[in-house]
């Protein structure tokens, strides 16, 4: 599709129709979390507990922390599949500066501006350089993992204050709601102010819907890109610090495998794969449906390998079923639009002068 045909009235009208069923699915999504919740409340044993309720919170909790920064990477038209090797990085990087001595009052902002400064070699090399960004953090997804285990090795570094760990796997005065939640809701409704109610979040669906159009409305592509990625490193270096405090263990392989749940939780919350599309709410309920599916799977004494297979279903599902709809409805609309131009009746001729 030539730029002037993608900026025509009839292609606007038709990325406005493809833009309903996105709404619908997010709405769905919300719906069918709901009602999970409630029937594996009801028929499976525990997953209704104050106790479980925690876990799941704990489990919840990286991959909330990914999707934020990756959900608006996504609707740019970008991905970033480093985000857990940029974990496993940040976790060995605190492991080696707990080993030397330095206090977890400096290495925790020290691990987040690290997990910056990776996120902005992604950027560079994506906006700078105009590398393809599937290209390039599949890249670095190999190069951080493989720095992890220059720093670490094989070892694990597991001496971590108590007042720490604790505090990560506590709750708030002693009841059922984790610690780590009020923080984790906080850093949802930032990214979702910023995605749904400000200057920056136009930009993105914008840049996501039409990145020539985005250009000529003034919106600089290249410099809003690399601040998502380093964006997207920050919370990667607070979920590395998270990872590491939660299991008392800095590790070169924490959170292998993480980035495929992450962007199954993201697109199975209606964010379009090609940009331009989707909520945080329904992201929000992506990631509460697929980490809750995994726990009462869990209670059901299912294998891990039948967890996998299971998120690369629900991954292909929340790719395949919201685009079809899609689809089906741009070929209804223009089926009605070439019966209704059909139906005109035809315009007089204008007699030949003499």
């Given amino acids: 599709m030539s730029v002037d045909q993608k900026n025509s009235p009839d292609v606007g009208r038709e990325e ?11 709405t769905a999504i919300i719906v069918v979390t709901v009602l999970f919740l409630v029937v594996a409340s009801v028929g499976t044993e525990h997953f209704g507990t104050a106790r479980n309720f925690g876990f799941l919170v704990l489990d919840l909790a990286p991959i909330l922390l990914l999707a934020l920064p990756t959900t608006l990477i996504i609707i740019t038209g970008q991905i970033d599949l480093s985000i857990a090797s940029m974990v496993g990085l940040t976790s060995a990087a605190m492991g080696v500066m707990w080993n030397g001595g330095l206090p977890l009052e400096t290495i925790i902002p020290l691990v987040v501006v690290v997990g910056a400064v990776l996120g902005a070699v992604n950027g560079l090399f994506i906006t700078a350089l105009g590398l393809p960004a599937l290209a390039v953090t599949i890249g670095t ?77 003034g919106i600089r592509v290249g410099r809003t890109r690399f601040w998502l990625y380093v964006t997207s490193g920050a919370v990667a270096g607070l979920a590395g610090v998270y990872w590491t405090l939660r299991y008392s263990s800095a590790r070169a392989d924490n959170a292998v495998g993480l980035e495929l749940t ?62 079809v709809t899609a689809a089906v409805r741009l070929r209804a609309a223009r089926r009605r639009r070439a019966r209704a131009v059909a139906a005109e009746p035809a315009g007089e001729e204008v007699p030949a002068g003499p």
């Avoid at 406005?16 to 997010?26: E, H, I, Q």
């Avoid at 309920?285 to 690369?312: D, F, H, I, P």
């Fill in 262 to 323: 992450v962007v199954a939780a993201v697109l199975l919350g209606g964010v379009s794969i090609f940009g331009g599309r989707g909520t945080l709410p329904g992201v929000l309920a992506g990631v509460v449906l697929l980490g809750s599916v995994q726990n009462a799977l869990r209670l059901q004494r299912v294998s891990t390998e039948a967890l996998t297979v299971v998120t690369g279903l629900l991954l292909i599902v929340s790719v395949l079923i919201p685009n």
């Fill in 16 to 26: 406005r129709l493809a833009f309903r069923p996105t709404l619908g699915w997010d």
């Fill in 141 to 217: 997804l190999a190069l951080y993992r493989g720095l992890a285990f220059v720093l670490l090795g094989d070892t694990a570094v597991a001496d971590f204050p108590r007042s720490f760990t604790g505090w990560v796997i506590g709750t708030v005065g002693g009841g059922g709601v984790p610690n780590v939640l009020v923080p984790l809701l906080i850093l949802t409704v930032i990214f979702g102010v910023v995605l749904h109610a400000t200057p920056v979040g136009r930009s993105v669906f914008a840049i996501g819907a039409n990145e020539t159009a985005a250009r000529y409305a």
